[in-house]
């Protein structure tokens, strides 16, 4: 159907005379200033500079004739090809007024989402490449931070078992030496030892007597002398030199008096520090060249004993 076009609307249009449809469907429509108005419209007036509202009158009430209008060629409007009726011009009563959308419009994708450029489809591709990689980079981290640590693990437990029983089998060995060469260091120096250690005690014997040890050898003297007086008479024989100091001292003096037969000798054979008590049951004695004697006696059997143990364990 053809748009209404005021009379302010028709420069540079061409004035031609619509159909029959057109006619009667225009003339079916009055101004609305020649509507009179109702008692209920009096109650509501129209809000603020909104136009009044009218009664339409239908086709025949309003004594008008058809009558030409002005349009545009290219306003009017053709129906569909499904022959449904054309709508219905808007008045004045209709402005303002938003139609509602037609069903399935909403739901129409190409209206919803605007398509994408190749651009966006290419970084949205790029993200989505992003985010696959990232994710198999923290799992496949994951698997082989697993199996990394226990083939580390499982390595350095094998080295470090070997290099321990490397270091235990070098240090055996070692200890295996160093008794060897002990032993043989010994052999060799064993006999150099018992020679030092008489050397040592001759001299230590053939030192002079100090005050205590003059002391330690009378205390010698009145034990054996106690010891054999049970059946005199008991001789004591001493060095010259140790016979005339005990005799100073008042030594066998007091030991006179206490023991009966009791006789002092000087044996010129007796080295300084020798002495010897007798009676005809026994005699006590210490010699110089004894002690030496039984000193080097019990360092052989020391070391006899010392060279049996290690065959005895072999054994």
């Known amino acids: 159907m053809g748009r209404v076009i005021k009379n302010a609307d028709t420069s540079e249009v061409t004035s031609v005379s619509l159909d029959e449809d057109v006619l009667a469907e225009g003339a079916d429509r009055i101004p609305a200033e020649q509507v009179e108005e109702t008692e209920g419209d009096d109650a509501d007036p129209p809000p603020g500079d909104a ?3 009218g009664r339409v009158l239908r086709a025949g009430e309003a004594g ?8 545009r060629p290219d306003e009017i409007a053709t129906q569909d090809e499904s022959g449904s009726d054309p709508a219905a011009p808007s008045g004045p009563d209709d402005t303002g007024t938003d139609a509602p959308p037609a069903d399935g419009a909403a739901d129409d994708p190409d209206e919803q989402e605007p398509t994408r ?16 990689r990232a994710e198999g980079y923290e799992e496949g981290h994951d ?37 060897e060469l002990w032993e043989a260091y010994i052999d060799d120096a064993e006999s150099e030892i018992i020679e030092l250690t008489l050397d040592l005690a001759e001299t230590i014997v053939d030192a002079p007597f100090t005050e205590t040890m003059r002391q330690a050898s009378e205390e010698a003297v009145i034990e ?14 001493l060095h010259p030199v140790d016979c005339q100091r005990v005799r100073e001292s008042g030594l066998v003096t007091r030991l006179q008096e206490n023991y009966e037969g009791l006789t002092l000798e000087p044996e010129p054979d007796f080295e300084e520090g020798d002495w010897s008590v007798s ?23 020391a070391t006899t004993d010392s060279e049996a143990a290690p065959d005895a364990d072999g054994a």
Do not use: M
Not at 120 to 130: I, P, S
Not at 146 to 170: I, K, M, P, S, V
Not at 225 to 236: G, H, K, Q
């Open 143 to 179: 698997d082989g931070y697993e199996a990394g640590y226990d083939d580390g693990y499982a390595e350095a437990e094998a080295t470090l078992r070997a290099e321990f029983d490397d270091t235990r089998r070098q240090l055996s060995e070692d200890i295996a030496r160093f008794e």
């Open 117 to 132: 450029t190749d651009a966006e489809w290419r970084a949205h591709l790029e993200e989505k490449v992003e985010a696959a």
């Open 279 to 301: 009676s005809p049951t026994g005699v006590v004695r210490r010699l110089r060249a004894e002690v030496l004697e039984t000193l080097r006696g019990e360092l052989r059997r």
């Open 64 to 71: 008008r004739s058809p009558e030409p209008v002005t349009v």
């Open 224 to 237: 054996a002398v106690t010891e054999l007086a049970a059946t005199p008479p008991v001789t004591i024989r």
């Open 51 to 53: 136009a009044p509202q």
